[in-house]
Each structure stands twice: as C-alpha cells, then as structure tokens.
C-alpha cells in the first residue's frame, strides 16, 4: 500500500501504543541497522538467551540521523565508536510522537529530553526501509514509500 494522506494516519496508527513506552536494548546492528525494544521482555525464539520487547524496531536499509532541536549529534554513516556512543541515549527514554511525511516516507521517531531520530528512506524499488514487530505482526515500510502490515508474522531478527 502506498503512503498517501488517507494512509498516513492508518501507518501512524501503529505506534500508537508506544507513546509513552521507554526504548530500551538500543543497539547497533550490521553496518548501520539499529534495533530498539519497547515492552516487556520476551525471550527470542530461535535464540532463547537473548530478549527483545513485546514491540521490536528495526532500521534497517535507510539512512538516519540522531539530533536534538538544535544539534546534529550523528549520521548514519558515522564512525561506529561514534554512532553507538550517540543510540545509548535514547536508551530509557519515552517515546513521544512519531511522524511520517510525504511523499517519500521519513519517518521522524521523537523521544524524551528533546531527542529525535530521523529515517530517510534510500531504496525505491528494493530492500525496506524498517520494520516494527508488534504482538499481532509486523508493519513493514518498504520499498519506496510502500508499507503492509503482516498479520501473525512475529519472529524477530
């Protein structure tokens, strides 16, 4: 399904049980994917030693910046040392809005103490951009500014 007006608000809709929920587990992945959990804990089923949250987002093929109202504090593509450095503070912090702009998706993720993840989708005809693994499924946004929602699909990377 394409992103247009009318869909926005359904995407949106989404992550609205998490406003107000603390990201936790914050890290990065390969090259510059990054995971965080929001929820109560759950052991992963193919890995039963390691946790994700009962919501699981995943960035995976976009680009991303973490800044604050005044400051860019990281891109994407910066040093490792650098980017992990910067993810560890959304770590215990409150999500508080999320914004999906036109046309091309940027998906803007606002936490507490004025902290603000910025995706920008790369790839108009292949790879996702993120995922959001739910108790029900998984939104997918991707390729280009197409999403669906996976009933059922539950297992997390």
Not at 17 to 34: E, R
Not at 100 to 112: C, E, K, R, Y
Request: aromatic share 12%; with cysteine; hydrophobic share 40%.
């Amino acid at each position: 399904m394409a992103l247009t007006t009318t869909t926005n608000q359904s995407l949106k809709a989404y992550f609205q049980p998490l406003i107000g929920q603390t990201a936790w587990g914050v890290a990065l992945g390969n090259g510059s994917f990054v995971t965080i959990e929001f929820g109560a804990p759950v052991a992963d089923s193919v890995k039963p030693d390691k946790q994700h949250g009962t919501w699981h987002f995943w960035i995976y093929c976009c680009a991303w910046r973490l800044e604050t109202l005044d400051d860019v504090l990281a891109y994407s593509e910066d040093d490792r040392s650098r980017l992990e450095q910067v993810l560890s503070l959304i770590e215990g912090k409150a999500l508080e809005s999320v914004e999906m702009n036109l046309p091309g998706g940027d998906t803007v993720l606002q936490f507490a103490g004025r902290l603000i993840l910025r995706l920008m989708p790369i790839h108009a005809e292949t790879y996702e951009h993120w995922f959001l693994y739910t108790p029900e499924g998984v939104l997918v946004f991707g390729p280009g500014s197409d999403w669906q929602f996976e009933v059922g699909t539950t297992t997390k990377p």
